[in-house]
């Protein structure tokens, strides 16, 4: 009686065990996917090197987490329908109903397949890179994942930015091979705005010499000059050309030098409005 019952248990615990290995299988798969994923990505960068921007990295960053996702959902599905399988489940008509409810579902997803495909043409045409500092519809942010479906950007302020692809209206990527810092203060009008360019220039040849700074600065700082004449006094400018993303850490020690010989001058800014 004993052995008829083990009998009846064991197609069970046969069955049970495929689907186990079929579950185990997907996810070596997976791992192995990604790790051979993050080998190519180690060899393409090692063969054609990085250079001081660091963009080849970033593109191959951006499309290994891509292929990373989609062969993960492809090595799932095939584990699952193989595990149904198992099951006994029979997927034809499964499989069937799927097309027709895809079918109706699809008539009312046009915007996610414009999702799809603006996320597609986001990797392909290399426009946007994880890391890269971008402003998409008006929205700045570093870029941190780059979807089939969404761009997800953190803002300056730690605010998390998801972007549906298809409504991407303007992009502008302000770390594309290199960057610029723009330098722009309001002088009183009574003030010497010669000398305070002379000493804006002085400033960005200092910085551009030092150690800390020199291997984030491309060229040397390119004083424009007068803007403008405005109500509150002549507005000055400058700009400084720099490693991308590293236009912020340039432009506060400017300011800060800038700042300091300005007032050791007594060169004024406008008051108060």
């Not at 998390?160 to 502008?172: A, D, P």
Request: charged residues 20%; positive net charge.
């Amino acid at each position: 009686m004993i052995l008829m019952q083990l009998e009846a248990w064991i197609p069970g615990i046969e069955r049970a065990a495929r689907v186990a290995a079929i579950v185990a299988g997907a996810w070596l798969l997976t791992r192995i996917a990604a790790r051979l994923l993050g080998r190519v990505k180690t060899y393409v960068v090692g063969r054609q090197g990085d250079g001081p921007t660091g963009e080849v990295e970033k593109r191959a960053n951006t499309l290994v987490a891509a292929l990373k996702k989609l062969s993960t959902v492809a090595i799932w599905m095939v584990a699952i329908v193989m595990a149904l399988t198992e099951l006994g489940f029979h997927i034809e008509p499964l499989l069937a109903g799927l097309g027709i409810a895809g079918l109706a579902i699809g008539l009312g997803t046009q915007a996610l397949i414009k999702d799809w495909l603006g996320g597609l043409l986001l990797l392909i045409e290399d426009q946007i890179r994880i890391g890269d500092a971008v402003t998409i519809n008006g929205i700045s942010g570093s870029v941190e994942q780059i979807n089939l479906r969404t761009t997800i950007l953190r803002g300056e302020n730690g605010a998390v930015h998801v972007i549906s692809n298809g409504l991407i209206q303007t992009l502008s990527n302000l770390t594309r091979e290199y960057s610029y810092y723009i330098f722009e203060t309001t002088l009183a009008h009574r003030a010497d705005a010669d000398r305070a360019l002379k000493i804006l220039e002085e400033a960005g040849a200092e910085i551009s010499g030092e150690d800390a700074f020199k291997k984030m600065i491309l060229a040397p700082i390119e004083v424009i000059g007068v803007e403008r004449l405005a109500e509150r006094g002549a507005v000055i400018r400058a700009r400084m050309k720099t490693l991308p993303s590293r236009q912020a850490d340039v432009g506060h020690e400017l300011n800060r030098r800038v700042k300091a010989r300005l007032d050791a001058q007594g060169i004024a800014f406008p008051p108060p409005p």
